[in-house]
């Protein structure tokens, strides 16, 4: 049974930086399409960076240039690193697996495993 532990949320001002993780037990991350998503209260789940296939990666318009996807298959761990975060990235952050790694999900709804997820908070 894969298994997803996200941690690195807090609150920050904005323009600083966090970098959450997704620690992956039960699989391999090397052999996972992994995604983080994120949910703001009231509003619906939006998928924000995915990674897939061979560090293949792609980004949501709203983070792209400020956020970066990558794995450390070594130690199992999905990362985003977020850089000049604004208010409005304040939201629930979540990881997601799915078996099917060579291929691009870019869905919530095509992920099998998802985590509980880490708050982050972003005051101007």
């Known amino acids: 049974q894969v298994q997803l532990v996200e941690s690195g949320g807090g609150s920050v001002q904005a323009g600083e930086s966090l970098r959450l993780s997704c620690a992956v037990s039960?699989?391999?991350?090397?052999?996972?399409?992994m995604g983080w998503f994120r949910q703001a209260p009231g509003k619906e789940r939006e998928g924000i960076a995915y990674s897939y296939s061979f560090g293949l990666t792609r980004y949501g318009d709203s983070v792209k240039g400020r956020f970066v996807i990558f794995k450390d298959n070594a130690r199992n761990t999905l990362f985003l690193q977020m850089n000049n975060l604004k208010p409005e990235d304040t939201a629930m952050y979540y990881c997601?697996?799915?078996?099917?790694?060579?291929?691009?999900?870019?869905?919530?709804?095509?992920?099998?495993?998802w985590g509980q997820g880490t708050q982050v908070t972003v005051s101007s």
């Open positions: 039960g699989s391999t991350s090397s052999r996972l399409g």
């Open positions: 997601a697996a799915d078996p099917r790694w060579g291929s691009l999900l870019v869905r919530a709804d095509e992920y099998k495993h």
